[in-house]
DNA sequence: TTTATATGTGAACAAATATTCATATATAAG
DNA sequence: CTTATATATGAATATTTGTTCACATATAAA
């Protein structure tokens, strides 16, 4: 594998290794949600979500829909999900 | 999910989120290897490695078992395969 | 015990990154 | 056109993090 893939790999992952954003995340397998109500259940700030979200959206993390004012975010992948799974297998597994 | 756990899952996922450790984790997935070689095929040094390495170890992606002075390292669990693949698959879908 | 080889580690520096604050933009209603 | 609401963005700051360099440790052979 080439090292450019690689690094666009790391880079994906990336997009996974902030709290923030694994929250947003979490909060978005369950269902779409607009900005301010990220806010509230990730316990932050509107502008630091929506810092957030832009990082989602530039890697294909996050697609959304506009309504009136409102912008509703939803997984845009299903990878997302099953990497996320994993990800929990795993800490699971270590921690038994 | 708890905060806690999702903390936790972002943790996890930084180890995957940089180039070194992720180079590190595509050559173990071939066969386990040795620090002298990771820096080799990675191409750094061998303190760089060293210093990755623990990171890897402490999150339990990979285990190692010595051979004299010469200590090889492998993947530790198949989940790391997975999330990697699944990693791959993403970015290549997005690259369509 | 001395030497050689392989690996580990602490401190320091540089680079990357998340949040905050103030402000800008976009959409719709009046 | 003005106002209200929801979201986006730029700059600044603080924190995190990866590498380098020098040195320490570990194992085995002589």
């Known amino acids: 594998m080439k090292d450019e893939e690689l690094y666009d ?4 992952f990336k997009v996974f290794a902030d ?3 694994i929250k947003i995340i979490s ?3 369950e ?5 301010f109500e990220l806010a509230e259940i990730v316990g932050t700030t509107q502008s630091a979500i929506s ?3 832009r990082i989602l959206k530039q890697s ?3 697609k ?3 309504e009136k004012t409102t912008i509703y975010y939803s997984l845009d992948d299903d990878h997302i999900k099953d990497i996320f799974m994993k990800g929990r297998e795993h800490i699971e597994e270590i921690s038994l």
């Open 9 to 12: 790999l790391a880079e994906f």
């Open 31 to 35: 269902r779409e949600l607009c900005v």
């Open 64 to 66: 959304f829909r506009r």
């Open 51 to 53: 810092h957030q979200l």
């Open 60 to 62: 294909h993390l996050v």
């Open 19 to 21: 709290s923030t954003r």
């Open 27 to 29: 909060a978005l397998l």
